[in-house]
């Protein structure tokens, strides 16, 4: 399901788009579960699978076989590429997505509807608040707390707690900007 009406009756990676969100309802009478791909923006990603979940829709993971989740505890309706690594006692919401060879180590609690880009590097026991975006090869030393709804910048070491709503980037990371 796609809401760009010109990828209706295309292909997508050999699946059929049968149209928006108007093709919903033919669904929900059959055993059917969705996964959210939406990966440019935790705010739509998160609206759109809330939208989807007050129509009715039930909602499973993607996952990667080559994702080893031995001691992990996983929510439903998340996204998991390729390579990535989800180390012992991890936790991991619901409607989140992590890219390709990403690292989250030990103990890290990563929250619901966030996005980890590929090559990502977030270390034992960091916590990462709901809706937050966190760019290509970001690094984030033991024991951070990043708030929800945070930006953190592509390539950015993030080397101490990040506060709700902020945007931040460099190495060191700096917050360039707060939002709400």
């Known amino acids: 399901i796609d809401n760009d009406p010109s990828k209706k009756d295309t292909l997508f990676c050999g ?13 929900l009478t059959q055993d059917v579960y969705f996964v959210n791909l939406i ?23 993607l996952i990667h076989p080559s994702v080893d989740l031995t001691m992990t505890k996983i929510g439903i309706g998340n996204y998991i590429q390729e390579n990535v690594i989800i180390q012992a006692s991890a ?48 690094t984030i030393i033991p024991r951070i707390k990043i708030g929800k709804w945070c930006t953190i910048g592509a390539g950015s070491v993030v080397i101490k707690d990040v506060p709700d709503y902020a945007t931040v ?10 939002t709400k």
């Open 15 to 27: 699946y059929q788009v049968f149209g928006g969100f108007e093709m919903m309802d033919n669904f």
């Open 39 to 61: 990966t440019g923006s935790t705010k739509t990603r998160y609206e759109t699978s809330l939208h989807m979940a007050k129509k009715g829709c039930r909602f499973t993971n």
């Open 91 to 138: 936790q991991i919401g619901d409607n989140s997505s992590i890219h390709i060879g990403s690292l989250v180590a030990h103990e890290s609690i990563i929250g619901s509807s966030v996005f980890i880009a590929h090559a990502v590097s977030i270390s034992g026991k960091v916590e990462i608040g709901d809706g937050t975006f966190v760019g290509t090869n970001a």
């Open 169 to 178: 980037v460099g190495n060191p990371a700096k917050v360039i900007k707060t």
